[in-house]
């Protein structure tokens, strides 16, 4: 079998060393047209209600690590809401990076399209600044959000629905938390996640991290949602709106049956990350999606062009502490030799699996040898070198081979 990721990874292994090949079935997504007349239904029903006396309203849209189609979705929208009397001027869109970087104005245009651009206030979140504590959930996680939250008569958010790591699956309120939380805010409900392993999260629709994300969010305000489940070029196949906790579950149901694959056990899994490919912060996706599929002392292939590297943000943060098992992170936490909540908690979901389940190879033009031994990955240069090295810790034995690693859910 001959196989390929982007364009520079190719490499062969035999037909009946193959276990399975999964990937997302082939769904193809709604047109423009059809998509938009399915929104207007829902906007109708579900928002119209709610904007009695409205004069003011945030719109939170995600960033362009995700595929949400926001310039499909924000036309008709604005549409309503100019319709029901909320002019252009009283519309803020704030950006949920989270804590990614700010977008580029050409990322801007191709993710929401440049009339929405030249209409709409857009803001950027800052997870360091332009935060205010509204409360502390029953739990005791603060909750730090960003300030705007408290300008507006109504906040909705927009984003997408696929299998998550840290919340089980994207969408609902994570456009809140952590799209525009403080530090301490996600370090608390990421270090929460931090604690389960991938098994007991990905793919959960309700699980402790969500019910945490989802109280943050309805005390920040969020109060509609607009959620899209896509293709694997990012068309959607369905949309979902309405009030945010029943529109996520209805979402991540459909989403469940989208990108949910059975699949077996084996001890080589080969994975690429997409479309979680700009930096290892996101393409690690294809990591934990890999560790479903992975048995005890297996080894992980990892293909992903990271052409940021391991991360703008907190990359060299990661590189210095490398990843980890929980135990390990732990001990860093509890000593105070890592402070930052965020970074512990990534540096344990990559590190149960490649430190203490198993092993990883990293084949990665935008990270070097170097970072990558410093990280705890075995670096190859091609794809026939990361299998051979694979085969040589756990012999040759029957792989299973992934694609769209960073959105597919398998089933065991």
Not at 7 to 14: N, Q, S
Not at 159 to 175: D, L, Q, T, W, Y
Not at 327 to 336: C, I, P, Y
Not at 377 to 396: D, H, K, T
Request: hydrophobic share 40%.
């Amino acid at each position: 079998m001959k196989l390929e990721y982007y364009d520079f990874a190719r490499g062969e292994v035999p037909d009946d060393r193959v276990k399975a090949l999964l990937e997302p079935p082939h769904i193809h997504g709604k047109s423009l047209k059809d998509f938009e007349a399915s929104l207007r239904v829902l906007l109708e029903e579900k928002l119209v209600p709610k904007l009695e006396g409205v004069k003011r309203v945030l719109i939170l849209v995600d960033d362009i690590t995700r595929q949400t189609p926001v310039s499909w979705i924000l036309p008709t929208t604005l549409a309503l809401l100019n319709r029901c009397g909320v002019r252009d001027e009283s519309i803020t869109m704030l950006v949920a990076t989270g804590t990614h970087r700010p977008m580029t104005l050409n990322e801007q245009v191709r993710k929401y399209g440049e009339l929405a651009l030249k209409r709409l206030k857009v803001i950027f979140h800052n997870y360091k600044s332009d935060v205010v504590k509204v409360g502390v959930t029953s739990k005791g996680t603060p909750v730090v959000v960003n300030k705007l939250v408290l300008e507006h008569d109504l906040i909705m958010g927009i984003g997408m629905v696929v299998p998550h790591r840290v919340a089980g699956f994207s969408g609902g309120g994570k456009i809140v938390q952590p799209g525009i939380s403080g530090e301490e805010t996600t370090g608390e409900t990421h270090w929460l996640s931090a604690q389960f392993e991938g098994k007991d999260i990905l793919g959960k629709i309700f699980n402790p991290v969500r019910d945490e994300i989802e109280m943050v969010a309805k005390m920040a305000g969020l109060s509609f949602i607009i959620n899209v489940v896509s293709d694997r070029n990012g068309k959607p196949i369905g949309v979902f709106a309405g009030d945010p906790l029943p529109t996520f579950k209805e979402a991540a149901e459909f989403a469940k049956e989208v990108y949910g694959v059975r699949a077996p056990r084996a001890k080589i899994v080969i994975t690429d990350s997409y479309p979680a490919d700009i930096e290892l912060w996101q393409a690690a996706k294809g990591v934990y999606s890999a560790d479903l599929i992975l048995e005890d002392g297996g080894v992980v292939i990892l293909v992903t062009p990271c052409p940021e590297g391991v991360g703008v943000e907190f990359g060299d943060l990661i590189v210095e502490h490398g990843y980890r098992g929980y135990e390990e992170v732990k001990d860093l936490v509890s000593s105070g030799r890592l402070k930052n909540l965020i970074v512990a908690a990534h540096l344990v979901h990559v590190g149960r699996v490649i430190r203490d389940k198993g092993r990883g190879v990293l084949l990665s033009p935008g990270i070097s040898d170097e970072v990558s031994r410093k990280l705890g990955f075995i670096p190859a240069r091609s794809l026939n070198e990361a299998i051979e090295i694979a085969q040589g810790l756990v012999g040759r034995g029957e792989m299973v081979i992934c694609r769209c690693g960073g959105e597919i859910l398998p089933m065991i």
